[in-house]
Structure formats: C-alpha cells, structure tokens
C-alpha cells in the first residue's frame, strides 16, 4: 500500500508535465545497425565477454569490450553515458551503461524486431534514467534459422549470449540490483482462458511460487491502475508465457535470485496504447522500474 499509493501520486504529477522538459534524449539506440548475420557465441567468447563486462561495471574500463562493440563515451545531463552496439559481422546487440546512476536497475529488450514497441517502450525509460543500464538485440530472434549451419540468435535464449554474460556481470556488481526484461505477445496465441484474458503477464521466470513475493503483486496493483488494464501473474494466475525458458531468469534461478529478475509480457493493444503515449510509457515504466527497485 504504501509503493501503491507513492507511485500514483507520481503518476499524477508526470500528466502534469511534457515528456520533453523531464530529461534530454540520448538519440543513439535508433541509429543502430542492424545485423543479418549472428556469430554463435564461443565458449572462450562467453568467458570473455563475461569478463569484459565485469571490467566495464567494476572499474569502467571497456577495453575487452572493444573485440566485440564500437564503445564511444558522450555526454548526458552533465554525466556520461557508454553507448556500445556490437560489431554487424557478430549481431551481438548493443547496450547503453550510466556508471553514475543510482538505479540498480537493468533494462533488457531482447526482441526489439519481433516484440513491436518493446525497443521503444524501454528507450523511453532509459532516456528519464530509469535504469542504469539498457541492452537490446541487433538481430531477429530467427535470423540464425536462415543461416548455414542453423543457429541460436535469440539472446535470451540461447545458452551462450552476450545478453547472458553482461546480466551475470551486473548481477555480481549490483547483488541487489534487478533485471526487468519487457516482451510482447499475440493475445490470439494464447492457449488458456486467463491467456486470453490478460493484457500484460507477469513472471520472475520460474514456475517457483514465493510465500511472501511483494514485488510483483506492487507492480500488478500499480500497473492496474495506470493503465486499467488487467495484469495476471504467473503461476499463481496464469499459467503460460512464464518466461520459464529465458537463459537470464534460469541463471539468476541458480544464484538463489529469481525475484530479482521481472519478466513483463504486454499485448499488442498494451504496446500500441504505450507506444502512442510518452507520458502513459513513463507511468507504466516507473510502476515496473519504481517496486523492481525497491
């Protein structure tokens, strides 16, 4: 009750305020390249990924990073922001990181080509600095179907990615900090009533049931109220699209810390009605950015 009703009120006051005059935008992740060829990743690459982004996170040093993304340093509200996006031979992604941000918060969109507005949703939130970090993929989640040999290019789901390695690194950074990750679903594929019936899902990416689970029932009520639409949880409420398969839930999973990871699945109408609105974005991201934190 008492996030539910912090919240509202700061709802209330961003209507009250342009989108525009709350922060500048960083006009980066639009111009990304996008790749048509994903480069399965190595064992080896996977260490070192893993270790580059660990350097990156503890000391801002990207020199290992530097094999695998263009990283270039630029101003942002008289701070700095490290904006990366992965070499186009590789389709490793690219991810955005604020050393000074004190919001233990990192924002992923792995299917910003197949989950429509995911990608715009997130950057709405990154650019008010809802979270200190922000990844995204730069590759269709399918694209290494097409390839020969056939290959894994879903970053959240293969069982080596650079998604993966950078999560782990932040996570061993930031032991507290939480991952939330925004994903998109066609209410007609749904195979459950309670499916159907949602219009946003979500998970902690496990089927695991927690006896005394307060974020996601904050993020349900704040949600709720923003947007008057109806938000289920999974398990407890709905029983698919639980992210149960996603390589970063399953990780964090091992490490004891699956209420550190939020997984939110939004319809289409959610996504157009977000996408449409800058404002209503903000409201829903502090609802799932503000109780993440917590």
């Known amino acids: 009750m008492r996030y539910f009703k912090f919240y509202c009120a700061i709802g209330l006051l961003l209507q009250a305020l342009p989108v525009q005059s709350q922060t500048l935008e960083v006009p980066w992740f639009d111009n990304v390249p996008r790749s048509d060829y994903y480069q399965s990743v190595s064992s080896p690459n996977q260490a070192a990924l893993e270790a580059s982004f660990l350097s990156l996170f503890r000391d801002q040093r990207e020199d290992g990073l530097t094999e695998f993304y263009q990283l270039q340093r630029a101003p942002w509200q008289n701070l700095e922001v490290i904006l990366a996006s992965s070499k186009t031979q590789l389709g490793w992604g690219a991810f955005g990181y604020r050393p000074s941000s004190e ?132 398990p407890e409420e709905v029983g698919e699209l639980g992210g149960t398969q996603n390589n970063v839930a399953q990780a964090l999973a091992r490490w004891g810390k699956s209420e550190q990871f939020v997984h939110v699945e939004m319809s289409r109408g959610v996504r157009d009605s977000l996408v449409s609105d800058k404002d209503k974005t903000l409201r829903a991201m502090q609802c799932i950015v503000g109780a993440a934190s917590e």
């Open 103 to 234: 919001n233990a918060v990192f924002l992923q969109t792995p299917h910003r080509y197949f989950d429509l507005h995911t990608a715009a949703i997130a950057e709405t939130a990154w650019q008010h600095d809802l979270a200190q970090v922000y990844m995204s993929n730069s590759i269709h989640r399918y694209a290494g179907q097409e390839q020969k040999p056939k290959t894994n290019s879903d970053i959240s789901n293969a069982r080596r990615s650079p998604l993966l390695a950078a999560s782990e690194a932040w996570m061993a950074e930031q032991p507290d900090g939480v991952i939330v990750q925004l994903h998109g679903y066609a209410k007609s594929k749904r195979v459950t009533e309670a499916g159907r019936s949602a219009d946003i899902i979500l998970s902690h990416g496990t089927s695991d049931q927690f006896m005394h689970e307060t974020r996601l029932h904050e993020i349900q009520s704040c949600l709720a109220a923003q947007l008057n639409v109806t938000v289920l949880r999974y």
